[in-house]
């Protein structure tokens, strides 16, 4: 995913491509590239196009996009109840950083709102 999500949204790549890139870092078989491929594929996590006899794939989702669909996906499994605990306890342990991009995220999709209630 990091060879596909490094390329760009419009960049397809064949199985030949990112066993290249993979295999720089890493001793991996190109048959087992083209085997999580074609897995990610089937479970949407790929777009997949033929080519001649190949084929071609992207990544469906950014990386953002694919972590805040795991992220609610966990908050889905744990219940209503536990959801908030689950949240507070995600943002007591967050960095300095993690907190300023949170703030500024809730100003984007809530910019009338002050989430700190200090307005």
């Not at 390329?7 to 790549?13: N, Q, S």
């Not at 196009?49 to 794939?57: E, L, P, S």
């Not at 889905?76 to 960095?95: K, M, P, T, Y």
Request: hydrophobic residues 45%; negative net charge; glycine residues 6%.
């Amino acid at each position: 995913m990091d060879v596909l999500w490094a390329t760009g949204d419009d960049e397809w790549l064949t199985v030949r491509d990112v066993h290249e890139a993979v295999a720089t870092s890493h001793e991996v078989a190109y048959t087992t590239v083209m085997t999580v491929m074609d897995r990610l594929a089937r479970k949407e996590m790929l777009d997949q196009q033929r080519d001649g006899r190949a084929y071609r794939y992207r990544a469906r989702a950014t990386r953002g996009e694919m972590t805040a669909a795991l992220m609610r996906g966990a908050l889905d499994d744990i219940g209503r109840q536990d959801r908030a605990g689950a949240l507070v306890a995600f943002v007591g342990e967050a960095s300095a950083d993690d907190l300023d991009a949170l703030r500024a995220a809730l100003a984007r999709v809530a910019p009338d709102d002050d989430p700190t209630g200090t307005s």
